[in-house]
């Protein structure tokens, strides 16, 4: 039992080392990876699309 204790009071002392993200840093990051996955999201349905035409097209021939 001494270990688990030791264990959570270590955890609690490297929590309050962290450096949390202030407001506006964390909507700026948080805007940054929703662009990103939109975007990528949007690319992989373009390829996705163009594959599918293309193995389509193959297979009519």
Do not use: H, Q
């Amino acid at each position: 039992m001494a270990n688990i204790s030791g264990f959570f009071g270590n955890v609690v002392s490297e929590m309050r080392k962290v450096s949390w993200p202030k407001r506006k840093e964390l909507t700026r990051y948080t805007i940054i990876v929703l662009s990103t996955v939109v975007v990528m999201a949007i690319f992989f349905a373009v390829i996705d699309l163009g594959i599918s035409e293309a193995v389509r097209w193959f297979l009519a021939l």
